[in-house]
């Protein structure tokens, strides 16, 4: 038996605060919760707690792996040999900064100008401010992107809002539980039956996947959900869907 941290899933939003306070590399982001990599990782002193905006870390007594302290030194020195290879505990794009090299034209490329019309049906867009009764909502297909999406993705318009009613939002950086009442109300209001979620690669952006799905849920409703996962430079990763149980 010994002291050893707990993660409340239920209550972490991914934010990677904790990740970057343990000293040990104990903890991850993986699909936008925190996860304890390996008991032998965690010393047990809570570096972690105190820096949860959400309460989501405490401690428990149980039966656990004793602290290896070998391992941990292990593992710290293999991650320092490539700091920027994307492992960082947090996962987190801003603490991964790096130069798309690949998206700049180069100073002897001549620039097109191209005219391409607007696909945005809808205004507000931000899912807060959005009303759950809006006119443009009923029986709408919806697009949930999170912030970054339209930023990376260079054919945002025309690969991803064609007749989609578009709600934007950070699964990081606001609060989750408001977005997934609203998301409910606005399913159950307006006969919502398809939701595409498109999401950033980094672990933390994954929460809007969760949030799509606990909202769902919560609702009781059928609804289709198309995951659209994007990489940094803008390119489809993944594109799957979940149909109605």
């Given at each position: 038996m010994r002291k050893i941290i707990r993660i409340d899933e239920e209550k972490c939003d991914g934010c990677?605060?904790?990740?970057?306070?343990?000293?040990?590399?104990?903890?991850?982001?993986?699909?936008?919760?925190?996860?304890?990599?390996?008991?032998?990782?965690?010393?047990?002193?809570?570096?972690?707690?105190?820096e949860c905006p959400r309460g989501a870390i405490s401690f428990e007594m149980r039966e656990a792996a004793a602290y290896d302290e070998a391992a941990v030194k292990e593992r710290m020195a293999a991650g320092k040999k490539d700091p920027c290879n994307g492992t960082l505990p947090c996962g987190c794009p801003g603490t991964m900064a790096k130069e798309l090299k690949s998206n700049k034209p180069s100073q002897k490329e001549e620039k097109v100008s191209l005219t391409q019309e607007s696909e945005l049906c809808n205004w507000p867009v931000q899912l807060s401010l959005v009303p759950v009764q809006a006119p443009y909502l009923k029986d709408?297909?919806?697009?949930?992107?999170?912030?970054?999406?339209?930023?990376?993705?260079?054919?945002?318009?025309?690969?991803?809002?064609?007749?989609?009613v578009c709600l934007v939002g950070c699964p990081k950086l606001d609060e989750v539980e408001p977005y997934i009442e609203k998301l409910a109300e606005i399913i159950k209001l307006n006969g919502i039956k398809e939701i595409d979620v498109a999401y950033m690669e980094v672990p933390c952006c994954g929460g809007l996947v969760k949030l799509a799905d606990a909202a769902v849920k919560r609702a009781a409703a059928s609804v289709t959900l198309k995951l659209i996962k994007l990489s940094l430079a803008g390119k489809f990763l993944e594109v799957r869907q979940i149909f109605p149980q």
């Open positions: 990677g605060l904790c990740a970057e306070a343990c000293h040990e590399g104990a903890i991850v982001v993986e699909n936008g919760k925190a996860k304890l990599v390996s008991e032998s990782y965690c010393d047990g002193l809570g570096d972690c707690i105190g709408a297909g919806l697009l949930l992107a999170a912030d970054c999406t339209a930023f990376a993705c260079p054919n945002f318009h025309r690969d991803l809002l064609p007749g989609k």
